[in-house]
């Protein structure tokens, strides 16, 4: 399955992205690139600010995720 996890390099949400890959599914991060967080070994990235998602709308699109996962807490519609 195809996942978009977004933010996912901290706490739980890297637990879960670890997981997720485990079970053989195909993750793609979505998160600030300014993040000092090892990146998460098998999993594809996409850089953004989320103040200007826009920018990045045409490669989530293009990964066509099947779920989005949204690990920041205090996200508020950023995908329609």
């Known amino acids: 399955m195809k996942i978009l996890v977004i933010g996912g390099t901290r706490f739980i949400g890297a637990f879960a992205v ?30 953004c600010d989320f103040e200007n998602i826009e920018v990045e709308i045409n490669e989530i699109r293009k990964f066509n995720p099947e779920i989005v996962l949204d690990m920041i807490a205090k996200t508020v519609g950023l995908i329609t």
């Open 18 to 47: 670890r997981s997720l890959l485990s079970k053989g599914h195909e993750v793609t991060l979505l998160h600030r690139e300014k993040s000092d967080n090892e990146l998460i070994l098998g999993a594809n990235n996409i850089y």
